[in-house]
C-alpha cells in the first residue's frame, strides 16, 4: 500500500505573520463604533482611509499610509454625509479617487489632494444619488476605469458610469439586502450573496442570473471569486450554526464542492483571495486570529496552511495593494488591522521566509497594475479584457498619467429601465424635509387660486355666451 503524506509541498508552508512595530502603526483614531458588517477601512499604496466616529452626519479620515504614529485629534477629515458612512473603496487606477457610501442614500467620488488633506473635505467631485433607501456596498470594476456598483437597501445595484456621473444599468433580482460583491478577473461575471441567504452569479451588464444557489446545509454570507479558477468561496454557518466555507464550481451551484468547518464562534468571518499566491485568508470580525490556506485545481482543492494569532480583536481589515508591497522582505499580503478599543490601526505583514536577499520571482508573478484595460464605454459596450498585467521586480513606478475627471451635469431625471430612479429619493436632512413640505404647501395654494381663477373665468363666459344667444333672435325679428 502506498503511503501519501497528510500535506502537500508548498512555498508558502511557512507563511508568518509579522505585526508593525508601534512606531509603524496608526494611532488616536476614533474608529466608528456602527455594528454595519463592513471593513470601514481602505488603502491603497497612497493613503489610508478609515470611517470615524462622528456626531451630526457621518465622515472617514485620509492619512498618507507614510505618516504613521499617532494621529492630530483635530486632523482634517472628510465629511460631507448627512448619514453614517457605510463603506469605503480606493479606484483601482487613480490612487487619489475615493468612492463612499451612506445612510444618506447617496454615494459620492472624492478627490484627495497630493499629500493628504489639510482642511475637512466637505464638497464631493461626484455626488450619485439612485436608491431609495440607505446604500451599504460599493464596488469598483476591477478592469474599467469608470464603472461603479452600489448596492443599497432598496434591494437593488446600480451600475454607474462615471464618465456621465449617472446610473446606467440596475439589477433587480434579489428579494433582500445585498451583503457582498464579488468580480471575476476580467469583470464579466459579478458574484453576490443576499440576507436571503442564496448565492448568486449574474452577468452584470444584462442583469441576468446565470446561476444561484440555496444550500440548506450552508448558508452564504459573503463570497469571494478566485482569480481564473472558475471557483467561488463562501463562507458561511453550518445548519448546527458553526462557522463553515464551502468551494463552488461557478457553473453549477447545485451543490458545493468541498465544505470545512471552523470554529463555533458567531463572528462573521471574511474571506481574502490572494489570485498570485492563490492564498485565501480568513479574518473573523471580533476574533484576534487569521487563518490561511491554499488553493489548489485538484482534491483536496483547500489546504490549510496556518494561522497568524494575535490577542487584540479585529472590527475589520483593510488590504493593502500588491504594487504597494516590500518586495524585498518577501511581504506577499498586507492587512491593516482596525483595533477600535485602543483607537489603533496595526499593519499585519504576511512574509515568506527567504534566506535569498534578491528578488522572487516565484513569489511574484505579473500581477494586476494600475492601468486601466477598457473605458467604461467599451465595457458597457460588451467587450471583457483580462487586466493590465505590471511587474513588481523594478519596484512600483506608476505608468497611468491618466487623469479622472467629473463630468459637468444638468440637473435632470435619471431614468433606468424606464423608470426615473430620483423620483423616490427621500430628503436627506430635516431642514430638507421641511423645506419641501413648505414648498409643496405653496404649490398647492398657487394651484387652488389658479383653479378658483379659471372657475370664475369660466362662469363669466359662459354668461356672455347666453346673453348672445339671447340677442340673435330678437335681431332676427327685427
Not at 481574502?272 to 470580525?285: E, I, N, Q, R, V
Not at 521566509?353 to 458597457?380: F, K, V
Not at 404649490?443 to 339671447?470: A, F, G, P, S
Request: net charge neutral; glycine share 8%.
Amino acid at each position: 500500500m502506498s503511503w501519501r503524506p497528510t500535506y502537500r509541498s508548498s512555498k508558502f508552508r511557512n507563511v508568518y505573520g509579522k505585526v508593525a512595530n508601534r512606531e509603524h502603526c496608526f494611532d488616536g483614531i476614533p474608529i466608528t463604533k456602527n455594528v454595519h458588517d463592513n471593513h470601514f477601512c481602505a488603502v491603497n499604496a497612497k493613503f489610508l482611509a478609515i470611517v470615524t466616529e462622528s456626531a451630526g452626519g457621518g465622515s472617514f479620515i485620509v492619512i498618507p499610509v507614510s505618516q504613521a504614529g499617532r494621529i492630530d485629534p483635530h486632523h482634517p477629515k472628510v465629511c460631507g454625509h448627512q448619514g453614517n458612512v457605510l463603506d469605503i473603496k480606493w479606484n483601482p487606477f487613480f490612487e487619489n479617487i475615493i468612492a463612499s457610501c451612506s445612510e444618506d442614500s447617496s454615494v459620492r467620488v472624492w478627490e484627495i489632494p497630493e499629500g493628504g488633506l489639510r482642511r475637512n473635505m466637505t464638497e464631493a467631485m461626484m455626488e450619485l444619488y439612485g436608491h431609495s433607501r440607505r446604500v451599504g456596498l460599493i464596488e469598483w470594476h476591477p478592469t474599467s476605469s469608470g464603472i461603479l456598483f452600489s448596492a443599497g437597501y432598496d434591494y437593488k445595484i446600480l451600475i454607474w458610469n462615471l464618465e456621465i456621473g449617472e446610473p446606467v444599468k440596475m439589477i433587480d433580482c434579489h428579494s433582500d439586502v445585498i451583503v457582498c460583491m464579488s468580480f471575476n478577473t476580467d469583470g464579466s461575471l459579478l458574484a453576490t450573496s443576499c440576507k436571503d441567504r442564496k448565492l448568486r452569479v449574474i452577468e452584470p451588464r444584462s442583469g441576468r442570473v446565470l446561476q444561484h444557489a440555496s444550500c440548506k446545509n450552508h448558508r452564504v454570507n459573503r463570497v469571494v471569486f478566485l482569480g481564473n479558477m472558475k471557483r467561488l468561496l463562501t463562507t458561511g454557518v453550518s445548519r448546527w450554526n458553526t462557522r463553515q466555507i464551502a468551494l463552488w464550481d461557478q457553473e453549477d451551484l447545485s451543490m458545493p464542492m468541498v465544505e470545512e468547518e471552523i470554529d463555533g464562534l458567531s463572528g462573521l468571518l471574511f474571506p481574502f483571495y490572494d489570485a498570485d499566491t492563490h492564498m485565501l485568508y480568513l479574518a473573523g470580525k471580533g476574533d484576534g486570529n487569521i487563518r490561511y490556506y491554499e488553493i489548489t485545481t485538484e482534491k483536496p482543492y483547500l489546504q490549510y496552511l496556518m494561522e497568524f494569532r494575535s490577542p487584540a480583536p479585529q472590527k475589520g481589515l483593510g488590504v493593502m495593494p500588491k504594487h504597494g508591497l516590500d518586495v524585498t522582505a518577501c511581504e506577499v499580503f498586507r492587512f491593516y488591522k482596525l483595533v477600535t478599543l485602543k483607537g489603533l490601526i496595526e499593519p499585519i505583514s504576511m512574509i515568506v521566509p527567504r534566506r535569498s536577499e534578491t528578488y522572487q520571482e516565484d513569489i511574484y508573478p505579473m500581477t494586476a497594475g494600475t492601468e486601466p484595460a477598457l473605458s467604461a464605454n467599451d465595457w458597457l459596450s460588451g467587450i471583457n479584457r483580462d487586466p493590465v498585467l505590471m511587474s513588481l521586480k523594478k519596484g512600483y513606478q506608476k505608468p497611468n498619467q491618466l487623469v479622472f475627471k467629473a463630468p459637468v451635469k444638468e440637473k435632470k431625471g435619471v431614468v433606468v429601465n424606464g423608470i426615473d430612479l430620483l423620483e423616490n429619493v427621500p430628503p436627506r436632512t430635516e431642514n430638507e424635509l421641511l423645506r419641501m413640505f413648505f414648498r409643496q404647501q405653496e404649490e398647492l395654494r398657487k394651484l387652488k387660486e389658479e383653479l378658483n381663477t379659471k372657475d370664475v373665468k369660466i362662469r363669466q363666459l359662459e354668461l356672455e355666451l347666453n346673453n348672445l344667444r339671447n340677442v340673435s333672435p330678437i335681431g332676427n325679428n327685427v
